[in-house]
T-cell receptor, first 111, second 114 residues
Framework: DAKTTQPTSMDCAEGRAANLPCNHS???????VYWYRQIHSQGPQYIIH???NNETNEMASLIITEDRKSSTLILPHATLRDTAVYYC????????????FGTGTRLQVTL | DAGVIQSPRHEVTEMGQEVTLRCKPI?????LFWYRQTMMRGLELLIY????????DSGMPEDRFSAKMPNASFSTLKIQPSEPRDSAVYFC????????????FGAGTRLSVL
């Protein structure tokens, strides 16, 4: 699976949009981009995934560049409960396969 | 649904003892994963099962670790004998069918080996 690069940490004011970038320049044509987050002392939580089109669900939006070499996870109105480590993972979809969690981005939402 | 259920939530044991961690996946899910998380190494996949069959155990650190899935609703991860370096949080996750990479994680078992 392709390697991803994320900033180590980011801050965001509560109520503002949080934009978390991810680089995956070696992504192959049939690999998807997955985002998970891990709130302190909890298990990771799936957020969203996409192939090449932008995706939106009740938690977040995922913007993937046209060349698919990078993506951005957007939390439209961040709250204190969104403080967590966010992981960007590239993997094939379909039946279960290995997800490789890197070091992620630690997002701190502040008042 | 109650989600993925792991037990115990916390385990403290002495070096050399056998440790068994348990996991009940979400009903209807056919893939199950065991992960280990430490500060030094982050979140690592140890092993995963598909339809109760181990598919990839390349992440299992050594022979002291073993995992079983006797049926679709139960899995164990056993460490025998345990060592202090096994201290970590162990997570179990499950997923279903063509959405295998949408994994649902349990709350984890925090293991301390003294």
């Amino acid at each position: 699976d392709a390697k991803t690069t994320q900033p180590t940490s980011m801050d965001c004011a509560e109520g503002r949009a949080a934009n978390l970038p991810c680089n995956h320049s070696t992504i192959s044509g049939n690999e998807y981009v997955y985002w998970y987050r891990q709130i302190h002392s909890q298990g990771p939580q799936y957020i969203i995934h996409g192939l090449k089109n932008n995706e939106t669900n009740e938690m977040a939006s995922l913007i993937i560049t046209e060349d698919r070499k990078s993506s951005t996870l957007i939390l439209p109105h961040a709250t204190l409960r969104d403080t967590a480590v966010y992981y960007c993972i590239v993997s094939h979809t379909g039946t279960a396969s290995k997800l490789t969690f890197g070091t992620g981005t630690r997002l701190q939402v502040t008042l | 649904d109650a989600g993925v259920i792991q037990s115990p939530r916390h385990e403290v044991t002495e070096m050399g003892q056998e440790v068994t961690l348990r996991c009940k996946p979400i009903s209807g899910h056919n893939s199950l994963f065991w992960y280990r998380q430490t500060m030094m190494r982050g979140l690592e996949l140890l092993i995963y099962f598909n339809n109760n069959v181990p598919i990839d155990d390349s992440g299992m650190p050594e022979d002291r670790f073993s995992a079983k899935m006797p049926n679709a609703s139960f899995s164990t991860l056993k460490i025998q004998p345990s060592e202090p370096r096994d201290s970590a949080v162990y997570f179990c996750a499950s997923s279903v069918g063509q959405h295998g990479n949408i994994q649902y994680f349990g709350a984890g078992t925090r293991l301390s080996v003294l």
